[in-house]
Every structure is written in C-alpha cells, then in structure tokens.
C-alpha cells in the first residue's frame, strides 16, 4: 500500500470517527464499516469487517437487497436525507435509523462500488439482452437479438423480465392475469382460475400466471436466453421495492420501466386457504392475499431457489 492509499484512508477514517465524537452518540454500523474501508487508487471499495472474518460456510448465497431508504426522521418531520455533504441526518434520541444503515447510506455518501448501476441507492443492476449476453448501461429496449430485455439484479442474483408497452406483446406492461396452477405441491389443494383471454388482450386462450409462464418459456430461444422462468416467491418480489420513493411505482424505473402501479402475483400460495394467494403492491408497497380468481400483474424471475 502506498503512502498515498495510506493518507487517503487514514483521512476518510478521521472524517467518519471525527463525526461520531462531534455528535456524542455510538458510531452505527455503517460508520464502523467506513472506518475499515480500503481505498485503492483506482476505485474505493467497501470491505465491511464482518465480511472479511465471516468463513465461507456462513457466507450468503443470495444477500437482501436494501431498502434504498435514505431519509431520516424525528417524532414528527424528517430531519434530512443521507448524502456526501450530510452523512448524518438523525437527531439526537432518533439514532441508528434505516437511512444510516447499509448499502444504500453507502451509496449516498459514495462509498459503494457498483459492477452494474442503478438509481435506487444501495441496489446494483446490469441489462441482459434478448440473447441473454450481458449489455453496457445505456443499452435499450427492443426485439433485436442484442436488445435490452432482462435486468440481473446483481446483489441477489436474481434475472427479472422486463415489462414492454405494446399492446399486443405477451409482455405488454398492462395485462392481467389470475392465479392458476395445477402444481399440487404449490397450490395449497386449489388450483386457482383459470381465466378469460381478454385481460391479456387476446395473446393467450386464458389469461392465467401458468399459461403466462409456459408461453415466455416456449419462445424461441427462450426470453433472454433461457426457458426456465417462473413466478417470483413474495421475498423475491419484495426485493424490487423501493422505498425511497413516496409516490409513483415503487421500483427502479430506470433498470424496469412499464411497470404499472398496481399489485403483482407471487408464485406462493396462502397456506391457511388455498383459494388465495399471496401479492405485492408496487404502489406502496405492500404485502397481502387476493383470491386466485383476481387479476393481477406478473414478473417473471429466473435464478435463485
């Protein structure tokens, strides 16, 4: 390590502890993990410290994605948001919030190495096109085999859908479909609705998250290069949330445009009553049931498990 690195890292851990003596309170997590950062001359690298001496059996094989809430919040108003220029906008009594907690207050500050982008804070996206290869940020959307059409989510590894405006697409952004699976290891014992074909405006006999799933997955060449996509688990979709927006979808728009406000099916049914199934709510981001005979939005994921 040169003289150099050394000044450059001795002065960011100096910022951060200095910080926590001025505010009189314990530094979070986050500060802590900014006092043990590596800078190296190319690029700043968070090393959080419980990664470096975890052993590999308890490393995790698909991490949380963070909230990419960065406002913080007193009884009554929010008192700031985390930036470079404002690390720290808790108030005394109201210490050790979200906004000053992981990936995302790392991002804020611009700390967080990215393989990919994103515009939600603490997430990291790259774009996968048409034929499944890996595409440069300002790649877009289209049918051409080296089009944008999938977004890998690179923390959790994750690869999502992403959503078309056209109105006779199978995977045009506004089609409904009902919860329908004859999986009975799945269903819960009810198999669900099997649907009509018109809130899918007509791209399928029955407008169902089956019939949905089977027809991405039996197009040639399968969508993004592959044909085992199926319906996300309800964490899976939670993952997508973004809860540093306070109106309009709540999700990356810039890495999943065309995605309605409106609620999704996840592949889980409900245990304690097997008519329903479980949805998330991009439009404030909620989790709740609906019974299976709804319609209801559908990403499809691939990956995980």
Not at 164 to 176: E, F, K, M, P
């Amino acid at each position: 390590m040169t003289r150099q690195t050394w000044r450059l890292r001795a002065a960011a851990a100096k910022r951060v502890q200095g910080a926590c003596v001025a505010t009189s309170r314990t530094c979070s997590p986050l500060r802590l993990v900014l006092l043990g950062f590596f800078v190296s001359l190319a690029r700043i690298t968070i090393w959080p410290l419980a990664a470096v001496l975890s052993s590999a059996a308890s490393a995790q094989t698909h991490p949380l994605n963070d909230t990419g809430q960065t406002a913080g919040y007193n009884a009554t108003t929010s008192t700031g948001s985390v930036s470079a220029g404002s690390p720290d906008p808790e108030t005394a009594g109201f210490n050790e919030q979200d906004c000053s907690q992981g990936r995302a207050a790392a991002d804020a500050v611009g700390v967080l190495y990215k393989l990919g982008g994103s515009t939600r804070l603490g997430a990291d996206y790259t774009r996968i096109a048409n034929n499944g290869s890996e595409l440069p940020v300002n790649a877009t959307l289209g049918s051409g085999a080296n089009d944008w059409a999938c977004t890998r989510d690179k923390r959790s590894g994750l690869i999502w859908e992403v959503k078309v405006n056209d109105a006779v697409h199978l995977r045009q952004q506004g089609h409904d479909y009902t919860w329908y699976d004859t999986n009975a290891a799945v269903n819960g014992g009810t198999a669900g609705t099997l649907g009509s074909n018109t809130s899918c405006n007509f791209t399928l006999s029955n407008c169902n998250t089956t019939a949905y799933r089977d027809a991405v997955n039996a197009l040639p060449g399968g969508l993004c290069g592959a044909s085992d996509w199926r319906l996300p688990s309800a964490d899976e979709l939670q993952s997508l949330l973004h809860y540093g927006l306070s109106s309009g979808t709540r999700i990356d728009a810039t890495w999943f445009p065309n995605t309605p406000v409106a609620a999704h099916w996840s592949g889980q049914n409900y245990a304690p009553f097997a008519s329903i199934a479980w949805v998330v709510n991009f439009n404030d981001g909620s989790l709740f049931t609906d019974n299976k005979s709804f319609n209801r939005q559908v990403r499809l994921v691939r990956g995980g498990q």
